[in-house]
């Protein structure tokens, strides 16, 4: 496994991804796009090493039972967000123009140890592979061990938006501060228990001139007893090297110590 140690290009992409902390996921989300755009940054100027991603276009919700959304809104904030450990297999892929590079990698958390990972299988461009895949990954390691910008009151308002057609609470984010590791959207939840299904948005200021559009879509499931993300999809607009995309699946091995066969 590789140990890392936090990079000083990433202590302002602390947001949400990674772990199984519904709180510190989003940290690790943003820390995920942070890591594609900059490595993309960094293939066409060296200097600029940091950017961010975060949440994609805000949809039209259907406000049908404002109470519903209000009561899962206040589930959501109340619940016990600990971080789960867990092992698990990604693949992590990304595309700007005709580059392309995909990359397989055993990770795992634990309290003690933290996040680590090893890289299984490669291939595609070595630039994206190495500046952008494994910046991902090195990204959340870093905001793993910072643990800011979490979905909480002293970062965010949060507006319960009513119940949409898919039956979720819709509760609409509007970050206190306009900062690159704080974002703009939606958080779809389950009305009865408050848990997280989806992070959708666009990041609340962008990371530089050449990064722009910041969009993330963020899935999440119930494993067993725990809540953890399954998926994460961003998009921005690079200047001068056009649209970028990336994407990662989750496929877990083990969580809390149990055995998972394969996701839901």
């Given at each position: ?41 960094r293939?066409?100027?060296?200097k ?9 276009v ?8 404002p ?5 899962s809104?206040e589930?959501f904030?109340t619940r ?13 892929e990304?595309?700007n ?24 299988a ?5 630039q994206?592979?190495?500046?952008v895949?494994r ?40 970050p ?7 974002l ?7 009305p ?24 993330i ?7 067993h007893?725990?809540?953890?993300p ?16 990336f ?18």
């Amino acid at each position: 496994m590789r140990d890392g140690t936090p990079h000083a290009l990433f202590h302002s992409v602390a947001l949400l991804v990674g772990g199984g902390m519904l709180v510190l996921s989003l940290a690790l989300g943003v820390a995920c796009a942070a890591g594609l755009l900059s490595g993309l940054m960094r293939v066409m100027k060296p200097k600029v090493t940091m950017v961010l991603l975060a949440l994609a276009v805000v949809p039209t919700v259907r406000a049908t039972t404002p109470n519903a959304a209000d009561q899962s809104m206040e589930r959501f904030l109340t619940r016990q967000n600990d971080q789960h450990p867990y092992r698990a297999t990604r693949r992590l892929e990304a595309k700007n123009g005709s580059r392309e590079g995909w990359l397989e990698a055993k990770t795992e958390y634990s309290p003690s140890g933290g996040f680590r990972y090893q890289i299984t299988a490669e291939g595609g461009s070595s630039q994206i592979r190495t500046r952008v895949l494994r910046a991902v990954l090195d990204g959340e390691q870093d905001v793993i061990a910072l643990g800011e910008a979490a979905l909480a009151p002293n970062n965010y308002a949060f507006q319960p938006n009513g119940v949409d057609a898919e039956g979720l609470a819709n509760v609409l984010l509007s970050p206190k501060r306009k900062e690159r590791a704080l974002l703009s959207g939606v958080m779809f939840l389950r009305p009865d228990e408050g848990e997280l299904v989806r992070l959708q948005g666009r990041l609340a200021k962008n990371p530089s001139f050449w990064v722009r559009n910041v969009d993330i879509v963020r899935k999440y499931a119930r494993i067993h007893t725990a809540v953890m993300p399954v998926a994460i999809e961003s998009t921005a607009h690079v200047t001068f090297l056009g649209a970028a995309s990336f994407r990662m699946t989750y496929d877990y091995q083990e969580i809390d110590g149990r055995s998972i066969r394969s996701n839901p």
